[in-house]
């Protein structure tokens, strides 16, 4: 008898983007759905993971957890054929940080496509509660929701409101949806970036005050809220000089470092230092709303659409072009992908 089988964009090790072939899931273990892949966004963590960079990883791993599906089969509340965003963020439930509402710290989470195998598969199976439903989007738009959810998150973390001076640090994907979002709460937002690029590009989302490192900000005395989003430990320890008195810092990219700051200069001005990781429910709906409304334009975002036949070989072209790319997204709905085959 023959197994059906299917391709997954794999990391097999650093520097090294292949398809592999896999048996096709059938079933998924109970309290999970099975779903069949619509769209996977690609980002930075997936290029950190191609570097070899990336601090929790095993190899070789399938990537993918910026994902769009439909559902294979009728299961819970869920019908076969609804269009779903997956929430990525696998939490034990369990733990202080579960317990507490905030699964998205969970002490022991597991990302689909970091911790263990992503979507960039024909199928795969996912918690019943990871799935919310994306009705009125389309399979790019709803791949899109996850990545512009960690921005939403930060801003909702940090309290911006109307009126509010803001500068986001970083003005690739992550940093440019904090953007978006503390615009969306009446802030006036500037971006800092060390490529004139991306900030020409942001001019399109009505960015316009970008500015590059060294630049004299245009605002006295400091902005109320400072996100960071550059992935970068120098930039990190130069924002707190960035922030007003009585400002807050939102650190939303990671860098494996330690950072150091001044305690008086922090102390002087009262400075709240905020954390902030993944995205909640609140977050990915806000976002959804966000997508269906018009009030962010995905086709903005998208850079480039692929299927996952051309992947191996432009993928070492998008790590190295990284700065120059909003969103790539693989669409499993066009034509010619080897996503699904018989062996
Ligand atoms: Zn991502
Ligand atoms: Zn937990």
Same mark, same amino acid.
């Given at each position: 008898?023959?197994?059906? +089988? ?23 273990? !109970? ?9 996977? @966004? ?74 263990? !195998? ?17 009705? $009125? ?23 911006? @409101? ?7 640090? $970083?003005? @690739? ?5 904090? /953007? ?7 802030? &006036?937002?500037?971006?800092?970036? +060390? ?6 590009? /942001?001019?399109?989302? @009505? ?16 902005? !109320? ?26 650190? &939303?990219?990671? &860098?494996?470092?330690?950072? +150091? ?68 997204? &693989? ?9 699904? /085959?018989?062996?």
């Amino acid at each position: 008898m023959q197994t059906e +089988t299917m391709f997954c964009g794999t990391c097999v090790a650093p520097g090294q983007f292949e398809l592999i072939s896999q048996p096709m899931p059938k079933s998924a273990p !109970d309290g999970w759905v099975l779903v069949e892949t619509a769209a996977v @966004g690609i980002c930075g963590t997936d290029y950190h993971i191609f570097d070899g960079k990336h601090p929790f990883l095993n190899y070789p791993r399938v990537i993918g957890h910026e994902l769009s599906a439909h559902v294979v089969q009728d299961a819970g509340p869920w019908r076969a054929g609804q269009l779903v965003v997956v929430n990525p963020y696998l939490s034990c439930g369990i733990c202080r940080a579960c317990t507490r509402g905030k699964p998205n710290c969970c002490m022991a989470i597991e990302v689909l496509g970091v911790h263990r !195998d992503g979507g960039m598969c024909a199928r795969f199976a996912v918690p019943e509660g990871n799935l919310y439903a994306a009705d $009125g989007l389309t399979a790019r738009q709803a791949a899109m929701v996850e990545f512009l959810a960690i921005g939403a998150h930060a801003v909702a973390r940090s309290g911006v @409101g109307a009126g509010d001076l803001v500068l986001v640090t $970083g003005a @690739g994907p992550i940093g440019l949806g904090t /953007a978006l979002f503390a615009k969306a709460a009446g802030a &006036v937002v500037h971006l800092l970036d +060390t490529s004139a690029a991306r900030l020409a590009a /942001a001019r399109a989302f @009505g960015f316009d005050t970008g500015l590059l490192p060294g630049q004299d900000l245009p605002v006295q005395g400091g902005y !109320d809220v400072v996100f960071d989003a550059t992935g970068n430990t120098k930039a990190i320890e130069a924002g707190f000089a960035h922030v007003a008195h009585g400002g807050t810092y939102v650190l &939303v990219s990671v &860098v494996r470092d330690e950072i +150091t700051f001044s305690d008086p200069e922090f102390h002087k001005r009262e400075m709240r230092l905020i954390g902030s990781r993944n995205a909640l429910v609140a977050d990915f709906e806000a976002v959804m709303t966000a997508l269906r409304t018009g009030a962010i334009d995905a086709a903005l975002l998208e850079s480039e659409v692929l299927t996952l036949a051309d992947l191996p070989a432009r993928f070492p072209d998008l790590v190295a072009n990284r700065d120059g790319i909003i969103k790539v997204i &693989v669409d499993f709905g066009l034509p010619d992908i080897t996503a699904g /085959a018989v062996a």
